[in-house]
T-cell receptor, first 114, second 114 residues
Framework: IAGITQAPTSQILAAGRRMTLRCTQD?????MYWYRQDLGLGLRLIHY???????GKGEVPDGYSVSRANTDDFPLTLASAVPSQTSVYFC?????????????FGDGTRLSIL | GQQLNQSPQSMFIQEGEDVSMNCTSS?????WLWYKQDPGEGPVLLIA?????ELTSNGRLTAQFGITRKDSFLNISASIPSDVGIYFC??????????????FGKGTLLTVNP
């Protein structure tokens, strides 16, 4: 079934460690996004990419980095995890970042930083 | 930035009842989207609305794009237990001549009593 695959599904991580969350889509969508979801704050955009080779900052980019080496993959890296980064992380994609086509989401990665 | 006010925050209803929830904003949007999120999963797109005044149905779900472009509602008729979940509205607007930015409401938690 076509869609977005995120890995791992959950992770417990010690503070200060480096962590990469993986996201792969097979819909050949040009645009990809990373959100974090926190109770009472809803979904907030971390970073996005309109096409392979380009990335941009969202609403809450600090402490996170992304890369887009190809169309299908959009990994999110926490260089040195802190407890405030405990959250559920969702990857999403849309056909184009410059169009109003809706975004489709993966099932999330639940990350706990101790 | 833009903010969406989604109401109600939660609803507890009996199976078979109709449900209505809405989102309002002080800013206009080009697109309104409604998503449903089940526990442990990512948001799934239910309905996308692209024109002011548009009324769209998806099975027992009906959503409308407000005439002012600042609001949208979602109705669920004859609710069933599997309607349980969190429903999110999202408004989409082109930001700064570049990407379409998605702004989410904080969600409506729906509980259906069999």
């Amino acid at each position: 079934i076509a869609g977005i695959t995120q890995a791992p599904t959950s992770q417990i991580l010690a503070a200060g460690r480096r962590m990469t969350l993986r996201c792969t889509q097979d819909m050949r969508h040009n645009a990809m996004y990373w959100y974090r979801q926190d109770l009472g704050l809803g979904l907030r955009l971390i970073h996005y990419s309109n096409t392979a080779g380009t990335t941009g900052k969202g609403e809450v980019p600090d402490g996170y980095s992304v890369s887009r080496a190809n169309t299908d993959d959009f990994p999110l890296t926490l260089a040195s995890a802190v407890p405030s980064q405990t959250s559920v992380y969702f990857c999403a994609s849309s056909e184009h970042g410059y169009s109003n086509q809706p975004q489709h989401f993966g099932d999330g990665t639940r990350l706990s930083i101790l | 930035g833009q903010q969406l006010n989604q109401s109600p925050q939660s609803m507890f209803i009996q199976e078979g009842e109709d449900v209505s929830m809405n989102c309002t904003s002080s800013s206009i949007f080009n697109t309104w989207l409604w998503y449903k999120q089940d526990p442990g999963e990512g948001p799934v797109l239910l309905i996308a609305l692209y024109k002011a005044g548009e009324l769209t149905s998806n099975g027992r779900l009906t959503a409308q794009f407000g005439i002012t472009r600042k609001d949208s509602f979602l109705n669920i008729s004859a609710s069933i237990p599997s309607d349980v979940g969190i429903y999110f509205c999202a408004g989409q607007l082109r930001s700064g001549g570049s990407n379409y930015k998605l702004t989410f409401g904080k969600g409506t938690l729906l509980t259906v009593n069999p």
